[in-house]
């Protein structure tokens, strides 16, 4: 690993906290009911179907139940005619059989008649079609135009799922068309992992909440609502968000009950050379260090209370930042889901970047249909750790290695989804 005098190489400090965080990736499980809230949870086993789908022999078309047999003189000019005994509606009830030689209205999705083996489309009669007839007296006559083999526009019984089959795999990020299959299956709940929950802990004497108003020296609270969203987007749930003052004290007990509350302790700020670094004192036990990179440098890991804690510097970039590169991914397979792939692009313009520290700057994609292939990345806004707006207008974290000090335009670099 490369040489960063006292700081921590990056990959060292991924890889101690994947460590610290592995137990997470052992989930319990729960059952939540399909209609609260299941989209992008994680199935936690396989769900089979406790029925076949379809579940009986209906009809694919608007048309008429036959016997195969009967229609297959039919011929263009030399239709087959059959007398109509009545109407199957998609609607509760068993219809009655079909006798030889006849012939019924049957509209999609109804249960065939015993005794039918194929519908004509009500176009391929002399009907055309049903529209505007809602007779269901049966009566009259059809006269088919096109022979059938059995089985034509039949659905069978078990055709789409047997009973007994997986019908949802395990590890499925649920979506609509996952609801949709598991309704038609009368299943109403589904085992889902339960999520790492997260205590997202901001201090800071200066910050007032998203709803306050800042006094002279004070600032919104910006990170607790950013990690709370990071921690949500990566299928996490937020158990406790707090901001707590620059007193080792009372951060000392939030960080406790935090601990107390869920898997994982997140904090921001009080972590770089200061005078008021609460939460380094409020800490003895944990890790503190300056990773090779920037933002993000100031880093603290270990426990509190028996829960793993990470420690991300206090500037709002950093902290978004120290999400994506240490926490991100680690979180998202803890819960089920993928990792977030790293991408190859090429730079749209030249960059320098100070030696000794990985850069991990704002960058945007530049989109240029006419140009096919690697795409195309330019740096938005400066490096300051500070600069949440520039931060709001990047697509991906450009990821400039420690050793490089100048990148010339369209040199390939590799680049963080945002
Ligand atoms: N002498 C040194 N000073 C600093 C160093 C250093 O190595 N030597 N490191 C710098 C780097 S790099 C970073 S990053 C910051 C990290 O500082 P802290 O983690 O101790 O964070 P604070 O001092 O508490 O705050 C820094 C900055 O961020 C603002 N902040 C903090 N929390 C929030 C929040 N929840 N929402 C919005 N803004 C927040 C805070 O007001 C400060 O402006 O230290 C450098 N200094
Ligand atoms: O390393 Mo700090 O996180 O530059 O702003």
């Not at 199935?43 to 297959?72: E, I, Y």
């Not at 997986?166 to 990020?173: D, F, P, S, Y």
């Not at 709940?189 to 901001?202: E, N």
């Not at 991906?396 to 590799?414: F, S, Y």
Request: net charge negative.
């Amino acid at each position: 690993m490369a040489d960063h005098g006292d700081r921590v190489d990056v990959e060292q400090h991924r890889a101690d906290v994947a460590e610290l965080l592995a137990p997470l990736a052992d989930r319990p499980q729960e059952v939540v009911p399909l209609h609260q809230d299941v989209l992008g949870r994680v199935l936690a086993r396989d769900v089979t179907a406790p029925g076949a789908l379809p579940r009986f022999r209906n009809s694919q078309m608007d048309g008429f139940a036959v016997r195969a047999a009967d229609v297959a003189p039919a011929a263009p000019g030399v239709p087959v005619t059959l007398p109509v005994a009545g109407d199957v509606a998609a609607a509760p009830g068993e219809p009655a059989p079909l006798e030889p030689g006849t012939a019924v209205r049957i509209m999609t999705g109804a249960p065939l008649p015993a005794g039918a083996d194929a519908v004509v489309p009500v176009e391929d009669t002399d009907h055309l079609t049903f529209n505007g007839s809602a007779d269901t007296s049966g009566g009259g006559t059809v006269a088919v135009v096109r022979p059938r083999t059995a089985g034509e526009y039949v659905r069978e019984p078990g055709s789409d799922v047997a009973a007994g089959d997986v019908v949802l795999r395990a590890g499925t990020v649920l979506a609509p068309h996952h609801v949709a299959a598991a309704a038609a299956c009368g299943i109403t709940r589904l085992p889902v992992l339960v999520p790492v929950s997260v205590a997202v802990v901001s201090t800071g004497s200066e910050l007032v909440p998203p709803d306050g108003e800042p006094g002279p020296g004070q600032v919104w609270d910006a990170n607790g609502p950013a990690l709370e969203a990071a921690v949500r987007a990566a299928g996490g749930r937020v158990g406790l968000r707090v901001s707590v003052p620059d007193d080792p004290e009372v951060v000392r007990v939030a960080l406790e009950r935090a601990a107390a509350l869920c898997d994982l302790v997140l904090t921001t700020g009080g972590v770089s050379q200061g005078a008021y670094e609460v939460v380094k004192d409020a800490l003895p036990e944990v890790t503190f260090r300056s990773v090779a990179m920037q933002p993000g440098g100031p880093q603290g890991l270990g426990q509190v209370g028996g829960r793993p804690v990470l420690a991300f510097p206090g500037n709002p970039v950093s902290a978004q930042v120290s999400f994506v590169v240490f926490l991100r991914d680690l979180l998202r397979r803890a819960g089920g889901l993928p990792p977030v792939d790293r991408v190859t692009a090429v730079l749209d313009g030249a960059v320098a970047s100070p030696p000794g520290r990985r850069q991990l700057l704002r960058g945007r994609w530049v989109r240029d249909d006419a140009v096919a292939g690697t795409p195309r990345v330019a740096v938005v806004g400066g490096p300051g750790s500070h600069l949440v707006a520039s931060m709001a207008a990047a697509d991906v974290l450009i990821d400039v290695p420690a050793a490089t000090t100048t990148l010339e335009p369209g040199a390939e670099v590799a680049v963080w989804p945002l």
